[in-house]
């Protein structure tokens, strides 16, 4: 390719760049057994193309090319930062540089391998659960510092120092770059769907803050959930993926143009994502009928699912709704899920019956800190004609509420209460 | 009889003392035939705690934090990396009932000259 292509070279690497960076970084932290080689490395490699392709022209595999040159330059940098050292007194230096020139593997299966790799390695549960989110969006999504700072609220200082930290743990404590075996995979894929799903949700609720949804941590969320589902189409990681793809369905009808929360009950239906849903549904049914007995994020897909497929609130399945959530809660005991299955019992059985149950629950005393469990009250005390009840229920509710749409949700909804 | 001697440091003093001088001592009771075993551990935030409850292990990071758990002995392993030192702590018994802190050791990193001048300034 002629030198007078230069901006139509540039264009291309940078599309590269956007592209393939993170697979590229995988396979050279697998070549060169560190995080912070391998990102020098990555910008070496970037570098080169950049000054070799313009008169070159592209090679025929582009993505190859850049990982051997990053591995070359790597490997080049070590021999000279070396020689200023005593090379021959250090027997495991000389080791790992013959290691490092044994032939590349290209094989196209190895270098996905390696981006789920480096999904489980950021992933371990002996990193910190605050440090596994931050370094699979900075290594695995390839976000900035910077921009999982405010997407986190968290000071940009404390996030670097959270991954410095966790990939100090990875060298120091020897966590190894692989894909875990049987025996360990499912406990280890639970860890990193918790992050996946962890992501989702801080875009989809955002936990403090005045925007509603913050959409780029949950199309991240989404994506990473897709990795996964292409390279290791576990039950759990499918269904994780569905319910995604089943709440994102709902983005553009839960806030109206104010960013104010809407209700799943008062939304516009016709603004739900239907491909979304479409994908969504075909995923929970695949993770429902699969050999193994639906885990919970197939199961909590499976009520998004039935809630999505409802054209109008009164169709809702409540009957099915209520099942799956027996079956969640008899596999995962939780407050929560509990609270959730009192709300769907309101709908099938009637006000008064969830209500018993609620309070049931709420007796129980894990519930009281819980804003959601005071709201879920207040609506069944509202809806009962039980107004001074209410009253104090969206109150306490109001008053664990911090952020900005759902608090003013339920101030409307108290100042609504009939005198 | 064997002896562990467990150094505690707070994270303020962890590299006030010098390697070289660890090394020199190390050096005296090998020579003297006190040293069975010993290793300088890098410090808590690389350790990871392993804990068998229900058949189940569960990972996580950091030593364990209450601090009515006190130590109650060691295992040196030598693991191929973290999975396997995980695999083989949670087998070890007292898993089912406390927790195991993994820690990785590190090697001293220490000059030569320096050593010496630390084992002559001790000598007698």
């Known amino acids: 390719m002629p030198a007078t292509n230069l901006p139509q070279v540039r264009a291309e690497i940078d599309a590269l760049y956007r592209k393939e960076s993170r697979r590229i970084f995988a396979t050279l932290i697998r070549l060169l057994g560190d995080f912070e080689r391998a990102e020098e490395a990555l910008h070496e490699a970037f570098r080169a193309a950049m000054e070799k392709w313009p008169s070159e022209g592209l090679p025929q595999n582009p993505v190859s090319w850049l990982v051997s040159a990053g591995r070359f330059k790597s490997i080049d940098k070590q021999r000279r930062d070396k020689r200023f050292e005593h090379l021959e007194d250090r027997p495991d230096v000389a080791e790992s540089l013959s290691d490092g020139s044994a032939a590349l593997d290209e094989r196209e299966e190895l270098l996905e391998d390696d981006r789920l790799r480096l999904v489980f390695t950021c992933c371990h549960p002996a990193l910190a659960p605050d440090a596994q989110v931050a370094l699979t969006l900075r290594e695995v999504c390839g976000l900035t510092t910077e921009e999982i700072a405010a997407a986190f609220l968290t000071p940009a200082p404390t996030l670097a120092q959270r991954i410095v930290r966790a990939k100090g743990k990875i060298r120091d404590a020897n966590i190894p770059y692989e894909v875990p075996g049987r025996e360990e995979l499912p406990a280890r894929l639970d860890s990193v769907l918790r992050v996946i799903y962890l992501v989702f949700n801080e875009g989809y609720l955002a936990s403090r803050g005045e925007s509603a949804t913050r959409a780029d941590l949950s199309g991240e969320a989404i994506r990473l959930g897709r990795l996964v589902v292409e390279l290791l189409p576990e039950p759990e990681a499918r269904g994780l993926l569905a319910l995604m793809l089943l709440h994102e369905s709902r983005r553009e009808a839960r806030a109206d143009d104010q960013g104010e929360l809407i209700l799943l009950d008062d939304q516009d239906r016709t603004r739900w994502n239907h491909a979304l849903i479409e994908e969504g549904s075909a995923l929970v049914r695949a993770a429902l009928t699969a050999q193994q007995r639906p ?41 929560i899920v509990a609270l959730n299955r009192a709300v769907a019992l309101a709908m099938r059985d009637g006000p008064e019956i969830g209500l018993g149950e609620l309070d049931q629950l709420l007796r129980g005393g894990e519930l009281d800190g819980y804003q959601l469990a005071h709201a879920a009250r207040a609506d069944l005390c509202r809806r009962l004609g039980r107004h001074a009840e209410a009253r104090k229920a969206y109150e306490r509710a109001i008053t664990l509420t911090a952020q900005g749409p759902a608090r003013r949700f339920l101030e409307r909804r108290l100042a609504a209460l009939p005198q | ?43 808590v935030h690389t350790a990871t705690t392993v804990r068998v409850r229900n058949g189940q292990a569960t990972v996580t990071d950091g030593p364990f934090a209450e601090t009515k758990e006190a130590l109650a002995g060691f295992y040196l392993i030598d693991a191929r990396d973290l999975n396997e030192a995980i695999q083989i702590a949670a087998k070890i018994p007292p898993a089912k009932y406390g927790s195991i802190e993994i820690r990785p050791t590190r090697e001293l990193v220490v000059e030569q000259a320096e050593v010496e001048r630390y084992a002559a300034a001790a000598a007698p």
């Open chain 1, 295 to 335: 885990g919970p994020y197939a199961l909590q897909a499976a009520i998004a699912a039935v809630h999505a497929e409802a054209t109008r609130p009164e169709d809702t399945d409540w009957r099915e709704i209520v099942g799956l959530y027996d079956l969640l809660l008899a596999m995962t005991p939780s407050p």
């Open chain 2, 1 to 43: 009889m064997k002896y562990l001697c467990l150094v505690y440091l707070s994270a303020e003093k962890w590299s006030a003392c010098p390697d070289s001088a660890c090394a020199a001592y190390a050096g005296q009771l090998k020579d003297s035939g006190h040293m069975l075993d010993g290793t300088p551990l890098h410090p």
